[in-house]
């Protein structure tokens, strides 16, 4: 049974830093490509990040400059470096980890950028 486990949420003031981590459990191969994805409310899931098995990642342009990516394939393990936080940053951050056919999702963890 896979387990997508995230963490490292919280709150933070505006300006501050937060570093999320996604680990995925139980599975004996390495997910090609993780990421994460976020979720306001009253508005659909964005992405936020990705990156392959080779290190190559995308970020969406709202979070470019700010926000990096990074992961452990050894761990099947991805980072979630967020620095200079703005309030509509707050939302639900989700991992998510695919290797054709498998997608995989956490439960997400939430993230409140907030004075």
């Known amino acids: 049974q896979v387990q997508i486990v995230e963490s490292g949420g919280g709150l933070v003031q505006p300006g501050g830093s937060l570093r999320l981590s996604c680990a995925a459990s139980g599975s004996i191969f390495t997910y090609y490509l993780m990421g994460w994805y976020r979720q306001a409310p009253g508005k659909q899931r964005e992405l936020v990040a990705t990156?392959?098995?080779?290190?190559?990642?995308v970020y969406a342009d709202s979070v470019k400059g700010r926000f990096t990516i990074s992961r452990d394939n050894a761990k099947n393990t991805v980072y979630l470096q967020m620095n200079s936080l703005k309030p509509e940053d707050t939302a639900v951050y989700y991992c998510?980890?695919?290797?054709?056919?498998?997608?995989?999702w956490g439960q997400g963890t939430q993230v409140t950028v907030s004075s």
């Open positions: 998510r980890a695919q290797r054709w056919p498998v997608d995989d």
């Open positions: 990156v392959t098995i080779g290190g190559s990642p």
